[in-house]
């Protein structure tokens, strides 16, 4: 069956159902709030069975510090190794079974997920703040990473490929075969999203995995795990221990029996795991690290299409996505109109509870970044000149949760900090440029390279863009998204520079391989 997008939210409004999508999620919210009325504790999975540590974390709503959403493990490092060893001989089965029965397995779980999607994503917007149409698209993506991953293993065959014959007498064939256990360590903003899609590559082509979810925000998670479980995933394949990175981040990326790791964070944290990934024999390491994303504004773009994208790229969730604009480059002939056009978009956008059905959206994930983004709004005041917005907001219910104001900033120096650092909180600076040659080689000046993105009405500026831009996954003229919103099987999400490890993408076409090692077999008669 060919793949397609889940699309939850785009395919309720094009049938004219958008009141029971809102309906639905509503109802889901309620189910919601009533349940941590009643807050759990949440234990770890290992095995298949629960296990509990001697410490444990209160996770409460970044929109409403006053509401405890349950308690977590603060895992060890010997719940860790619980939990590899546990993985390690669910492998030795797991590894040989036939690939189709472990694609049915996520075929499942596929469904399992559509029939939960509402409860997840109003769990999922009391975890992390995501307003309703970014929690249902998050569910969406991890239900599209389960579905394109079946799909390329029964596309592939398993990845067996018969080879052509050296001697007449030989039959050579070339097998992909499992790596063993891989730690999988989860961030917050995409917090079944990512994690699942991680998950699901690893697991789906033979591998086990300890999961460690974002301190963060670990409730969803928890409940799609249990999703996981329910679709008939054997005892061990899958185990989730939650923790510190500092504790159960570093067990699970030293552990001499963890045969490979997926991890999407900061630079730093990526870079500390590759330095450790060669013990006896290298491991792989599948790392996405964020970001520092330009978007380009030439004077052939459509305006209005420009600000749109650039609006929605660069504050969609607050601007905590990795592929979140940051920087914008405008060219000088058109800056202060499009300056203007700028602020009076983002003036538009409402910041609230995201329960609220008119949310752009809602807070920040933690009050550390509130202060991170209060630092970077005096800096921009004192070196730049502050367009827009800059204050926390303190109004009424949101007094409780770490809300702040979109912000814009103009006239700093291209070496200044904003300019290079990536801020994961909702600050774009804007750039001047005369020439499309000088942007695109400011846009390159930066350590990372994950998204990009032009606006221009003429093919040989794109062509040019295309050309040279130093980035894994860009756009043009996209007004939903100048660069972010790459859809699983359409947009492979992979990261250049310091981005990414690896150059293959997840969601595309070459991500699964590298969960996976060749192994040629020759029989000779």
Same mark, same amino acid.
């Given at each position: ?44 999975? #290992? ?9 444990? !974390? ?61 409860? +997840?994503?109003?769990? +999922? @917007? ?35 490929? +018969?080879?052509?014959?050296?001697? =007449? ?21 995409? &917090?079944?999203?990512? /994690? ?8 789906? @082509? ?41 504790? #159960? ?16 964070? /900061?630079?730093?944290?990526? !870079? ?11 491991? &792989? ?12 504004? @030439? ?72 202060? =991170? ?60 440029? =005369? ?91």
């Amino acid at each position: 069956m060919a793949f397609r997008n889940e699309l939850t939210h785009v395919t309720a409004v094009k049938r004219n159902e958008a009141e029971e999508f809102h309906s639905r999620y509503e109802n889901a919210m309620e189910g919601v709030l009533d349940e941590v009325k009643r807050p759990e504790l949440h234990p770890n999975i #290992v095995g298949g069975q629960t296990t509990q540590g001697r410490k444990t !974390f209160t996770k409460v709503s970044p929109s409403d510090r006053e509401m405890v959403l349950g308690d977590f493990q603060l895992g060890s490092a010997q719940d860790v190794d619980q939990a590899v060893r546990a993985a390690h001989q669910a492998y030795l089965s797991w590894s040989n079974q036939d690939y189709v029965e472990r694609v049915e397995v996520f075929e499942q779980a596929a469904r399992l997920f559509q029939m939960e999607k509402y409860q +997840l994503a109003a769990a +999922l @917007t009391l975890d992390n703040g995501k307003n309703r149409y970014e929690a249902i698209a998050d569910i969406d993506e991890a239900i599209d990473f389960m579905k394109y991953y079946a799909n390329q293993m029964r596309l592939r065959d398993g990845y067996e490929v +018969l080879l052509p014959n050296a001697y =007449d007498n030989e039959r050579a064939v070339s097998h992909l075969r499992p790596y063993g256990v891989w730690s999988v360590i989860c961030p917050f903003n995409f &917090p079944v999203a990512i /994690s699942i899609g991680m998950s699901t590559a690893a697991m789906i @082509t033979g591998n086990t995995v300890v999961i460690k979810p974002s301190s963060a925000a670990p409730f969803t998670l928890y409940k799609a795990f249990r999703l996981l479980e329910e679709a008939g995933l054997p005892e061990g394949v899958a185990n989730y221990v939650a923790g510190s990175g500092s504790e #159960v981040g570093a067990a699970l990326t030293s552990h001499p029996e963890v045969q490979g790791v997926a991890f999407t964070g /900061s630079k730093e944290v990526g !870079f500390g795991i590759m330095r450790s990934a060669i013990r006896q024999h290298p491991i &792989p390491v599948i790392a996405e690290m964020g970001s520092k994303n330009p978007v380009i504004v @030439t004077e052939k773009a459509n305006m209005e299409d420009a600000v749109e994208g650039v609006v929605a790229s660069a504050f969609g969730y607050g601007g905590q996505k990795c592929s979140a604009c940051s920087r914008l480059y405008l060219q000088r002939s058109v800056i202060e109109g499009f300056e203007e056009l700028l602020v009076e978009r983002v003036k538009g956008l409402k910041v609230s509870d995201p329960m609220d059905i008119e949310c752009s959206f809602g807070p920040v994930i933690e009050e550390g970044k509130v202060n =991170d983004y209060l630092s970077y709004i005096a800096q921009g005041k004192r070196d730049g000149k502050l367009l827009v917005g800059g204050k926390r907001i303190v109004e009424g219910d949101m007094k409780r949760g770490n809300f702040v104001e979109p912000a814009v900033i103009s006239s700093l120096p291209h070496e200044h900090e904003l300019v290079s650092r990536e801020l994961f909180v909702p600050i774009l600076v804007t750039q001047p440029f =005369d020439r499309l040659t000088e942007a695109v080689e400011k846009a390159n000046s930066s350590a990372y390279g994950l998204t990009a993105g032009i606006f221009s009405q003429d093919p040989e500026e794109i062509a040019h863009f295309f050309r040279y831009i130093h980035s894994g996954v860009i756009y043009a003229n996209r007004s939903k998204g100048a660069c972010t919103g790459a859809m699983v099987g359409a947009q492979s999400f992979t990261g250049w520079k310091a981005s990414g490890s690896t150059g293959k993408g997840t969601g595309g076409p070459h991500y699964l391989q590298q969960f996976l090692r060749e192994q040629t077999r020759t029989v000779a008669w």
